[in-house]
């Protein structure tokens, strides 16, 4: 589709380029980005069309991921858009991101790309550690995922009670430990062993198995389970590890 000129509203487009009439006749799928982004902004401004205004908000680096980064404030910092459409964009993403996570009684984690899978488009590209637990039913299906903490990650903030709560409550078997290194290098520091370390142990002590600490990188992911850092066991190779359910 040529790009509108800035007095070109999408009523001045014939029928079969409009947006809206594309995904009625076509199927959401058929749309480009900037086409659904356009829809959900419904209109554009005196002189830029709602697809001008959407072309805008995907011209930034990462594109789609990096919108899904901005705050409310932050997106009222382009052109044309306002609070109303600054509400409508995050409900949008939050609805995408609450689907990609609905994964109880579902996903099945077996390796730990299982679990770069699940979590790595949220969390790579997030500017803070976010440290969460996967809960696992015995056949290691997800139950959930639980944010612990946001921030740097210490013992004082992850903290055993917190790492657990929610894993007791839904009555998990097994959890995995993740969380993102905004350098996008996922390399184990000290203090991530030292942590997983203390919450293997924990685990023991309250029944709950710790099956794995994943670290997500930019473009990798690092299993710490797997390199044998934690458990006491021997480095295997990443993607050789499977995690083995507990069902008779």
Known sequence: MSRAPYNLTIKDLPLDERPRER????????????????????????ERSALDLARDLVAEPKGLRR????GYHELQQFSGIGPAKAAKLKAALELGRRVALSVEGRTRIQCPADVNQLVAEELRYLDREH????????????????QVSVGSLASSVVHPREVFKAALARSAASVILVHNHPSGDPTP????????????????????????????????????????Q??????????????VDATP
């Open 230 to 243: 934690g458990w006491g066991l021997q480095a295997t190779g990443r993607g050789r590890i499977q995690y």
């Open 67 to 70: 919108l899904a980064e901005l």
């Open 131 to 146: 440290f969460r637990v996967i809960m696992l039913n015995m056949k290691n299906q997800v139950l959930g995922v639980n």
């Open 23 to 46: 995904l009625a006749l076509h199927g959401a799928g058929a749309l480009a980005t900037v086409e659904l982004l356009a829809i959900l902004l419904q209109t554009g401004t005196a």
């Open 189 to 228: 520091s000290r203090e991530d062993l030292e942590i997983t370390r203390r919450l293997v142990e924990s685990g023991k002590l309250l029944g709950v198995e710790v099956l794995d600490h994943v670290i997500i990188g930019d473009k990798e992911f690092v299993s710490m389970r797997d390199k044998g």
